[in-house]
């Protein structure tokens, strides 16, 4: 009764809630009870599941539960030790590591079928995600593409767009091959929005916005930035920002390079205070 009204107070405020997985390793609701609770509200859930507590079969019988009481978003985790709960003396089952938890919901979206090759139809098709540690040695964004993971960037475009092209740099520290990492900037997120029959790629038929660069990002991950034409809405600028077709027209002055701007200082040209250059 109360988590059911706790999430009807949240009904037009949030888009999906979070259902825990024994956190901080005590016992809590089952997330499969929870997430069914939370469905019928109207809000989205997102089951957690820990490899920590489960045996594969439990897993599987948690994933398939699940989906039919209404989840459709998954987060995998390894879960908590069990020295931080309420009941240090427990024992850990792992049976199957975090990676394996994510590969089990991938193999069951991607091929209807169970690790042991048995076939269910129709299969849970969980959108999966998981909690990673940035660069970290022990889970990293290349391992977890190689699962299945729809990994994607998440840099909001601050540092004047710059942030988006360091986290695909990151990427690549991570070991990930170049081309998956322009997938990650660009066709992934696009699928994970549900976008992707429009945006993300080249492809006939899809909006034609794109950068086009003269340097091969393939050959060089940093390549990234060196973008000579933007093309949004039918319209081409050139690293500049000036409009090249189907018109010609230059850009407007940055309202910080105006006199009295930010970025404006007594003697300067705007080419001095137009860039990045401080």
């Known amino acids: 009764e109360l988590v059911e009204r706790q999430a009807r107070e949240l009904v037009g405020y949030a888009d999906a809630v979070n259902v825990t997985d024994n956190p901080t390793a005590s016992p809590h609701m089952s997330p499969v009870a929870g997430a069914a609770i939370v469905a019928r509200t109207g809000l989205e859930p997102t089951l957690q599941l820990t490899a920590r507590d489960r045996n594969r079969l439990a897993i599987a019988a948690d994933l398939l539960g699940a989906w039919g009481l209404g989840a459709r978003n998954l987060l995998c985790l390894t879960g908590d030790p069990l020295s931080v709960g309420d009941e240090p003396d427990a024992t850990t089952v792992n049976d199957l590591g975090v990676l394996d938890l994510i590969a089990l ?4 979206r991607e091929d209807s ?4 090759g048995t076939e269910i139809a129709p299969a849970p098709r969980y959108f999966v995600g998981v909690a990673d540690s940035p660069l970290a040695d022990v889970i990293e964004a290349t391992r977890l593409a190689e699962q299945g993971v729809n990994v994607q ?8 767009g710059l942030a988006a092209h360091w986290e695909l740099w990151s990427l690549a520290q991570g070991g990930m091959p ?3 990492i322009l997938r990650a900037g660009a066709l992934n997120g696009a699928k994970a929005l549900g976008m992707d029959r429009d945006i993300g790629s080249l492809e006939v038929g899809k909006l034609a916005d794109m950068v086009v660069l003269d340097a091969n990002p393939l050959e060089n991950i940093r390549n990234t930035t060196s973008i000579a ?3 949004l809405n039918g319209r081409v600028y050139d690293s500049g920002m000036n409009e090249v077709a189907p018109r010609q027209r230059a ?4 309202w910080f390079a105006e006199t009295g701007g930010e970025g404006w200082a007594a003697g300067a040209t705007e080419a001095e205070t137009d860039g990045h250059g401080h």
Not at 105 to 108: E, M, P, R, Y
């Open 251 to 254: 850009r407007a002055p940055f």
């Open 153 to 160: 960037i998440g840099a909001h475009g601050q540092r004047e």
């Open 178 to 180: 170049p081309l998956d």
């Open 229 to 231: 034409y933007t093309v």
């Open 113 to 116: 079928k169970l690790p042991s």
């Open 105 to 108: 919901a991938s193999t069951l």
